[in-house]
């Protein structure tokens, strides 16, 4: 039976779950009147909508409740979703723990009906920085630089001590930090399973690239200005807030580096391993102005890899997506960029990446698994029915849609 893939980012789900506003936790406040509670008791039974509607066997979700308040969405899993789908925990022996800062978490659940068939099991933090310290070992008398941290050495890094985001009194606690050094505030997630004795992995992101701070839409007016009618005022702005929108990138730069070598680790261990990358990448506000301007790459191009190691590079699910008459559909999610606002606010931030060991002719045979042509989409229809009946309430599911790849295995092809 063929394996659905999902990723969805469910806006502040953690605060819903509360019975609190949709927003920062400094922010959020009891939803504490009858419409605001009808308006949440809706946007909850249509989340729980789309989820059918979508229906993976695996669901990546981002901005799920804090790995403090994980009971939640096991509440929800069981209530709302009547048990047809299970949050995937770590064990008491796990004592590596999710390494997750912050309010929002990484989650998976897996349908109830294929837990036994999947085997699923996320892997020890431990294992990931064991893996990923063995592969940027540069000098053989020293130990690799990516370890629980790893250093940062560029003219535009200027961090302050400490670590400016909040983590709101949530989630796992931080790394300590040196200046110049970084670590991920979201460690990936990655959920191990088995089908027919083959591994496959399943890495869930949420990079961190927001750089919330500054008032970078009043910035962006003031950068779209004519050079010579920019106040001193104007300038100082600007270039704060450009060394902070650089700050971020350079960090999410360093955090795809550490992602590619887990990835660059699981080929020592077999020739041809499964691996699904997945969730939220955000590159942040002003994406094509600061490429143009610093020589920045764009995240996905660096999480996809080197063609000259090409097992390692990474295929796209929406590769090949669009519609009957040949427009595209590649977005989910419309933010207006307020550094650029020309354009186009549909972007797509949520991905499903994978090797290139489940595409091709012989990827049946070698590992039992194969994403097909045309087998990933954006769940636009899911996401408009289950919004219909939350028009006109000022609520809705998210402000992403989900996107989903199918994964054919071995019984569908004797089929």
């Not at 605001?36 to 901005?63: F, H, S, Y």
């Not at 143009?292 to 995240?299: I, K, S």
């Not at 933010?335 to 012989?362: C, N, S, Y």
Request: aromatic content about 10%; charged content about 25%; glycine content about 8%.
């Amino acid at each position: 039976m063929a394996i659905k893939l999902a990723t969805w980012n469910l806006e502040w789900f953690g605060q819903l779950l509360q019975g609190k506003t949709r927003t920062i936790p400094t922010l959020s406040r009891p939803v504490d009147t009858a419409e605001g509670r009808a308006r949440q008791k809706l946007e909850r039974q249509q989340i729980a909508t789309e989820i059918r509607l979508v229906n993976p066997d695996i669901l990546c979700m981002q901005e799920g409740p804090s790995t403090t308040r994980v009971e939640l969405l096991r509440a929800f899993c069981d209530d709302d979703l009547g048990g047809e789908w299970r949050v995937i925990e770590r064990g008491p022996t796990d004592r590596g723990g999710y390494r997750v800062r912050g309010a929002q978490g990484i989650w998976f659940l897996v349908r109830s009906s294929r837990m036994q068939e999947l085997s699923p099991a996320l892997l020890p933090q431990e294992s990931w920085q064991e893996a990923t310290e063995y592969e940027s070992r540069h000098w053989p008398e020293q130990p690799g630089e990516h370890a629980k941290k790893w250093p940062i050495v560029h003219p535009w890094f200027k961090p302050k001590q400490p670590d400016p985001e909040d983590d709101f009194g949530e989630g796992d606690p931080p790394i300590d930090l040196f200046e110049n050094e970084h670590s991920h505030f979201r460690w990936p997630q990655t959920l191990v399973c088995t089908i027919a004795g083959k591994r496959f992995d399943l890495i869930g992101v949420h990079l961190k690239s927001k750089f919330s701070k500054s008032n970078y839409a009043k910035a962006g007016k003031a950068v779209r200005k004519p050079p010579d009618e920019r106040t001193r005022a104007d300038k100082k702005l600007i270039l704060a807030v450009e060394q902070e929108a650089v700050e971020a990138r350079v960090k999410i730069s360093t955090e795809i580096v550490n992602i590619r070598y887990f990835i660059e680790n699981r080929f020592r261990g077999e020739p041809h391993p499964a691996i699904f990358v997945m969730g939220d990448m955000n590159d942040g506000v002003g994406k094509e102005y600061f490429e143009r301007r610093m020589l920045f790459h764009d995240l996905i191009s660096n999480l996809q890899g080197d063609v000259f190691f090409a097992r390692q590079f990474l295929n796209h699910a929406l590769f090949d997506y669009m519609m009957e008459d040949g427009s595209a559909y590649r977005w989910s999610t419309e933010f207006e960029d307020a550094w650029e606002p020309g354009v186009d606010a549909r972007i797509l931030i949520d991905h499903i990446m994978f090797t290139q060991a489940v595409v091709g002719a012989k990827a049946m045979d070698t590992i039992g698994l194969q994403v097909k042509s045309k087998a990933g989409q954006v769940e636009h229809a899911a996401h408009v029915a289950a919004n219909t009946p939350l028009a006109g309430t000022g609520g809705h599911t998210s402000d992403h849609r989900p996107v989903s790849v199918v994964v054919s295995t071995r019984e569908d092809a004797v089929a």
